[in-house]
């Protein structure tokens, strides 16, 4: 087997993990936790020979003051929250070629109240986000299923372009001239406000619309003149 420089070492952890479901649960949220995320690459990066070494380069500690009031605006309880910020590099090593690395600049931080945990969890945010954005992983709510139908179905709505304006614009006015209507009547029966906001395909199924009622106003009008 063709030995694996720790580029393509790092492609085929990659391809290990396409996914992550939110599994732990917040006051009023799912979230992906760091064990979840640690442990989905791990198996992976032990059996490519990766390793994975933090470094803190810099770091920055700010104070502020929280306090608590009751409805009577007194203040109730005052507490100091930490909040770490952790300027870090993340360096790949190829265990199999240990002078083979990859040093990639980083960045963590936490809020603590206690103060002691702030750059535990601040190495514990670094560390989960920069695996999640290393490999691209995914995360959502649904399952892994419902996650793969959407991310292949899905695609951002391309807007109306120049062309397709004109060409509605054209239509409508054709239109509203053969019923001896104006332009805005017609925009109002299609129940448009701005034409701007319309998405290419809402433009061209409105496009099609109109033509039809432009072939069925010419034929009504035909008949009249015969």
Same mark, same amino acid.
């Given at each position: 087997?063709?030995?694996?420089?720790?580029?393509?070492?790092?492609?085929?952890?990659?391809k290990?993990?396409?996914y992550?479901?939110?599994?732990?649960?917040?006051?009023?949220?799912?979230?992906?936790?760091?064990?979840q995320?640690?442990?989905? +690459?791990?198996?992976?990066?032990?059996?490519? &020979?990766?390793?994975?070494?933090?470094?803190? %380069?810099?770091?920055?500690?700010?104070?502020?003051?929280?306090?608590?009031?009751?409805?009577? &605006?007194? +203040?109730?309880?005052?507490?100091?929250?930490?909040?770490?910020?952790?300027?870090?590099?993340?360096?790949?090593?190829?265990?199999?070629?240990? #002078?083979e690395?990859?040093?990639?600049?980083?960045?963590?931080? &936490? +809020?603590?109240?206690?103060?002691?945990?702030?750059?535990? @969890?601040?190495l514990?945010?670094?560390?989960?986000?920069?695996?999640?954005?290393?490999?691209n992983?995914?995360? !959502? @709510?649904?399952?892994?299923?419902?996650?793969?139908?959407?991310?292949e179905?899905?695609?951002?709505?391309?807007?109306?372009?120049?062309?397709?304006?004109?060409?509605?614009?054209?239509?409508?006015?054709?239109?509203?001239?053969?019923?001896?209507?104006?332009?805005? #009547?017609?925009y109002?029966?299609?129940?448009?406000? !701005?034409?701007?906001?319309?998405?290419? @395909?809402?433009?061209?199924?409105?496009?099609?619309?109109? %033509? &039809?009622?432009?072939?069925?106003?010419?034929?009504?009008?035909?008949?009249?003149?015969?």
């Amino acid at each position: 087997m063709t030995e694996l420089n720790i580029y393509q070492k790092l492609v085929e952890v990659r391809k290990a993990v396409p996914y992550l479901k939110k599994e732990a649960e917040g006051k009023q949220y799912k979230y992906t936790g760091s064990s979840q995320v640690l442990a989905s +690459v791990r198996a992976k990066m032990d059996e490519l &020979g990766l390793l994975l070494i933090p470094r803190i %380069t810099g770091k920055e500690i700010s104070e502020s003051q929280i306090e608590f009031k009751d409805t009577s &605006g007194n +203040v109730t309880k005052r507490t100091t929250t930490y909040f770490t910020e952790l300027i870090m590099t993340m360096t790949w090593v190829n265990a199999d070629k240990p #002078d083979e690395t990859i040093e990639c600049p980083w960045y963590g931080q &936490g +809020v603590d109240i206690a103060g002691e945990k702030g750059v535990g @969890k601040a190495l514990t945010y670094a560390e989960k986000y920069f695996i999640l954005k290393q490999f691209n992983i995914a995360t !959502d @709510k649904d399952d892994p299923d419902a996650f793969q139908e959407k991310a292949e179905s899905y695609r951002k709505p391309d807007p109306i372009s120049s062309m397709e304006l004109g060409t509605l614009e054209t239509k409508v006015l054709e239109f509203a001239q053969l019923r001896g209507k104006t332009d805005s #009547d017609v925009y109002t029966a299609l129940g448009i406000a !701005d034409i701007t906001s319309l998405t290419s @395909k809402e433009a061209k199924d409105i496009i099609t619309k109109v %033509t &039809g009622w432009i072939t069925s106003a010419q034929k009504e009008l035909k008949k009249k003149g015969a």
